[in-house]
């Protein structure tokens, strides 16, 4: 009895540490997207991440579609991307998870990249959560070479389930060969969380 007693507390911390307080990895997020290099351009994006089951591992993905995209000192209206990966957090505390993940890019100009992120998020108060992070991408070994990018965000949580996400993202996205088209990117969002 004593043994069935211990497990069973057990099990419920390890369910209840799955997740940090006021943090989820369980969201579906619409996005107006900036891009800003030598020109500007704007597109929306629809983006999620799924937790499995009570574990600290998480699909998630994202889909842009074709639209406009600053290109030298012009724009295109034909690019499109899609990405999809997993991640995994660890709880830092009641209300800070620290994360990784690794996707796999799909767009029209590049055919394929892999990008790995690691980041912070921090539940403060009811209503806000903060976050920022390093990502790497390398395109497959073609003209538009390899990108390190920092990235800051902040959510601003009217309940449980809806919440606006301010963020952006800076990197150096030329190569030796080619430009990337932009260096900047600003986004404004809406996001669901379950």
């Given at each position: 009895m004593k043994n069935t007693t211990l497990l069973a507390l057990a099990l419920a911390a390890a369910?209840?540490?799955?997740?940090?307080?006021?943090?989820?990895?369980?969201?579906?997020?619409?996005?107006?997207?900036?891009?800003?290099?030598?020109?500007?351009?704007?597109?929306?994006?629809?983006?999620?991440?799924?937790?499995?089951?009570?574990?600290?591992f998480y699909l998630t993905g994202s889909y842009l579609p074709k639209g406009d995209i600053p290109h030298y000192s012009h724009t295109h209206d034909d690019f499109g991307m899609t990405s999809f990966g997993g991640g995994y957090f660890w709880n830092l505390g009641e209300n800070t998870t620290l994360h990784t993940q690794l996707t796999?890019?799909?767009?029209?100009?590049?055919?394929?990249?892999?990008?790995?992120?690691?980041?912070?998020?921090?539940?403060?108060g009811d209503n806000w959560e903060f976050g920022g992070g390093i990502g790497y991408i390398d395109h497959d070994g073609n003209d538009y070479g390899k990108q390190l990018l920092f990235n800051a965000n902040a959510q601003y949580k009217f309940n449980d389930t809806w919440g606006v996400v301010l963020a952006a993202e800076f990197g150096d996205f030329t190569d030796d060969n080619y430009d990337l088209t932009f260096d900047k990117a600003y986004t404004v969002g809406v996001r669901a969380s379950f």
């Open positions: 369910g209840a540490s799955a997740h940090a307080a006021d943090i989820s990895y369980d969201y579906a997020q619409l996005d107006y997207l900036r891009m800003k290099g030598d020109e500007s351009a704007n597109n929306v994006r629809l983006s999620g991440s799924a937790t499995l089951g009570d574990s600290h796999a890019n799909h767009n029209d100009w590049t055919d394929s990249a892999i990008r790995f992120d690691a980041g912070v998020r921090h539940a403060y």
